[in-house]
Every structure is written in structure tokens, then in C-alpha cells.
């Protein structure tokens, strides 16, 4: 079974800049989620989608972040534009029941200068 | 305060050692909960669950208090290959269900 996958793995681009992240979730899985990770600080959810719906962005910083799931299968997650404080290591999951474990992807590493 | 609150160590131990990790969190609309390992530059991975009877996988073992907010995971005969940091992870349902972390625990084993 394939896994998580993200594209890309790293991604450095300058403040202003457009970056879109994409997350390849593991077939069947319903549930596709956004985390984050910033330097020296825990990994944060930012979203969830089930199938195409947004169930829940609460986590998503600001509006310069824009995530979507066409189709309910793989999903993009765009900064625009990006600024210094969004460089960190993005994580995608996925998993098919809401309360077991995700399977997580490899992260996408933005570095924003 | 954190939701979820790690002591990050780092944890220095030789190796065969039996090391014992803490976790605590103060959201009682926790459902679900879990210890994950991270290796360094890494995704974050699911080691095992974690039941309120407790459960055991081969040298690791797990173990939840509902009633002190409280989960532990014990490794026993600790190997060089356990290095990493230790994500506790509890499953929250406020408008969906969401994974907060804490921020790990490091674990170094010695030869």
C-alpha cells in the first residue's frame, strides 16, 4: 500500500512569493489533514478535510493560506504570499477512521527568505 | 499552558536500559491517544496506542489515566535503534476530530 506522499520535499522561495504544497493521501482514506511544524515549536493542525468538504479550518493562520481537496483526493495547500514566519515543515495525514492514528507524510520543508 | 505537556529530555541512557516517559493533558474532551516517534528531519510515525488497561508491544508498553489526565510509555532493554523523540499525542473533538502533540521527548541510547 503506498503511503502519504508529498511534493515536493523542499521548497525555499522569497518573501512575496506563491508556494503550493501538495499531499498524495493513501487510497480510500476519507480523512486528509494539514499540520505544521515551526522551528522550536510542537507540530500544529491546521486543517481537515473529509472527502472535499473543509470540516474544520481553525488551525489555518491567516488568509494567505488557501488549501483545497478537489475531488476528494489529493490536496494543495497554497501560501500567498508567503512571509518569513511560514517557514517550517508541513505535514499531511491521512486516515480512514476519525479517532484511530494518521499516517503521516514525509513533509514538504519551506524555508521562506 | 500546553495542551500537551512533554518533559524534552533529552533522556542520555545505555544501551538495555529501561527508560520511562510522561506525558500529561488538560483537555478532558480527549478521545484518543497515542505515542508517535519522530527520527530527526523525519515524519512524525505511529508506534502504538494507548488504552486505559494498558497494552503492551513488544518492549514498549503504554499506559493511560483518564482520571489524572495522565499517559506513560515505558521501553524496556532499550537498543541504539529507540534513539529518536518521543511524540505523546492525544486525539481532541472540539468542531472535528484534530491531533494535538506535545512537543517530544528525546531519547539517546548509549552504547
Known amino acids: 500500500e503506498a503511503g502519504v506522499t508529498q511534493f515536493p520535499s523542499h521548497s525555499v522561495i522569497e518573501k512575496g512569493q506563491t508556494v503550493t504544497l501538495r499531499c498524495d493521501p493513501i487510497?480510500?482514506?476519507?480523512?486528509l489533514y494539514w499540520y505544521r511544524r515551526v522551528m522550536g515549536k510542537e507540530i500544529k493542525f491546521l486543517l481537515h478535510?473529509?472527502?472535499?468538504?473543509?470540516?474544520?479550518e481553525s488551525g489555518m493562520p491567516n488568509n494567505r493560506f488557501l488549501a483545497e481537496r478537489t475531488g476528494g483526493t489529493y490536496s494543495t495547500l497554497k501560501v500567498q504570499p508567503a512571509e518569513l514566519e511560514d517557514s517550517g515543515v508541513y505535514f499531511c495525514a491521512s486516515s480512514q477512521d476519525l479517532t484511530d492514528g494518521y499516517t503521516f507524510g514525509s513533509g514538504t520543508r519551506l524555508t521562506v527568505v | 499552558r500546553k495542551e500537551v505537556e512533554q518533559d524534552p529530555g533529552p533522556f542520555n541512557v545505555p544501551e538495555g536500559a529501561t527508560v520511562a516517559f510522561n506525558c500529561t493533558y488538560s483537555n478532558s474532551a480527549s478521545q484518543s491517544f497515542f505515542w508517535y516517534r519522530q527520527d530527526c528531519r523525519k515524519e512524525p510515525k505511529l508506534l502504538m496506542s494507548v488504552y486505559s488497561s494498558g497494552n503492551e508491544d513488544g518492549r514498549f508498553t503504554a499506559q493511560l489515566n483518564r482520571a489524572s489526565q495522565y499517559i506513560s510509555l515505558l521501553i524496556r532493554d532499550s537498543k541504539l535503534s529507540d534513539s529518536a523523540t518521543y511524540l505523546c499525542v492525544v486525539n481532541v473533538m472540539d468542531s472535528s476530530y484534530k491531533l494535538i502533540f506535545g512537543s517530544g521527548t528525546r531519547l539517546l541510547v548509549r552504547p
Open positions: 487510497s480510500g482514506h476519507d480523512n
Open positions: 478535510f473529509v472527502k472535499e468538504s473543509k470540516q474544520d
